[in-house]
């Protein structure tokens, strides 16, 4: 028996309609299943996963990939929904503590 290696999953997104910061969530998220090279060209993102998980795989971690680059852009969408109300709350709390109340 000799090494068997999984073949690389390619994924691209427009840089037009995806953040890159989003993708490199994703990317993190998958340390220790698979590894993710994201490279732009030609106004696109590549991403090349390589499994390091025999069990996951093709379409199975194209599929994981993308739920978790879904789930970091709508985190991102609720964060930057959120970053004014987030501001007065922290501003709310440190001027009562600056008021000794």
Do not use: W
Request: hydrophobic letters at 40%.
């Amino acid at each position: 028996m000799g090494n068997f290696s999984m073949p690389d999953v390619v994924v691209d997104f427009s840089v037009s309609t995806q953040s890159l910061g989003a993708l490199q969530e994703a990317a993190y998220r998958l340390i220790g299943q698979a590894t993710c090279q994201i490279d732009q060209a030609d106004g696109r993102y590549v991403c090349r996963l390589s499994p390091s998980q025999p069990q996951l795989h093709g379409a199975e971690l194209r599929s994981h990939f993308l739920n978790l680059v879904t789930d970091e852009n709508l985190r991102e969408k609720v964060s930057r929904e959120t970053d004014r109300l987030r501001d007065v709350i922290v501003a709310l709390a440190f001027g009562s503590l600056a008021d000794g109340d």
